[in-house]
């Protein structure tokens, strides 16, 4: 049965560690929520950890660069899992072949860093669609088209058998009030129209095996039922969550804040439940936002 609560502090005492989302529970893309910062430096404070759990395209420094631009304190996390960590590591292990056609914008370009997680790398040119042997998703190189207008290359790249790397598999997001497509949109496109896509970030395993092996660095042998994952996405955050089964709380003043009619004081309790039921999933906790 899920339970609507008012902030982190409420249930927090059972757990040692989080999995925290990033946009639309942390930030959201133009600056911090400041409760939810706070509510992270107390769970911190008290002994938890935090594990940054995030669909970004990138590896950790990346993102934990963009995150001091932004102006995240540092002290309100422990460390960074990253979607793009998990997919660079499979795209050095030659998933996709070693010719890749790669879709996303100048800012994802850091995904191609080298790696040393990989032994014995394999090495990655970047090459046209018509020479590639396989694709490097990142995301559009324009968030606001639909990922329609790429149907005519996803349809050549799919004839000729390429599979497609997914670095992030949300669908979309909102930078401030603006909302843009992610890469999971084109890759749901291209599975949709018979492709091969491969997922590595949340509601997938891979990123969830990281996240432990980062805990374990850590010293942090934790067992699920020590491990709360917290995020604004019903099919990734939490859904990823239900299948590695540990516990979750969903942010409802995120991607689905209409939908569940949330306001400041929190969601509208018979439209969360509508929407929970619409898709078919069973958050332990439900919040308006990360406080």
Request: with cysteine; net charge negative.
């Amino acid at each position: 049965m899920t339970r609507i609560i008012s902030n982190l502090a409420e249930v927090s005492g059972k757990y040692g560690a989080v999995f925290c989302d990033l946009w639309g529970c942390l930030h959201d893309g133009v600056r911090p929520f400041a409760e939810a910062v706070a509510a992270l430096q107390t769970y911190r404070a008290r002994g938890g950890v935090v594990v940054l759990l995030t669909n970004a395209p990138r590896h950790r420094k990346s993102v934990e660069k963009h995150l001091g631009i932004l102006g995240v304190p540092r002290d309100c996390w422990d460390v960074i899992v990253s979607s793009g960590d998990s997919a660079r590591a499979a795209m050095y292990r030659g998933v996709v072949g070693e010719k890749v056609w790669f879709m996303g914008e100048k800012h994802d370009l850091s995904f191609f860093d080298p790696i040393r997680v990989v032994a014995n790398p394999v090495t990655i040119t970047q090459v046209g669609l018509e020479e590639a042997e396989g694709i490097v998703c990142c995301g559009p190189f324009d968030p606001f088209a639909p990922p329609e207008d790429l149907r005519p290359k996803l349809l050549f790249a799919k004839q000729k058998g390429m599979k497609l790397l997914c670095a992030n598999p949300d669908l979309i997001v909102d930078r401030g009030e603006k909302r843009e497509y992610c890469a999971g949109a084109i890759a749901a496109l291209y599975t949709e129209m018979g492709g091969n896509s491969l997922y590595f970030g949340k509601p997938h395993p891979p990123i969830y095996d990281l996240a432990r092996a980062r805990l374990a660095e850590l010293g942090q042998d934790l067992p699920n039922a020590r491990i709360l994952a917290i995020g604004d996405g019903i099919s990734t955050d939490i859904a990823g969550a239900m299948g590695e089964d540990i516990d979750s709380m969903f942010i409802t003043g995120g991607l689905a804040a209409d939908e569940t009619g949330t306001i400041k004081d929190g969601p509208e309790p018979e439209a969360t439940k509508a929407f929970i039921a619409k898709h078919m999933t069973s958050p332990t906790y439900v919040a308006g936002w990360l406080r």
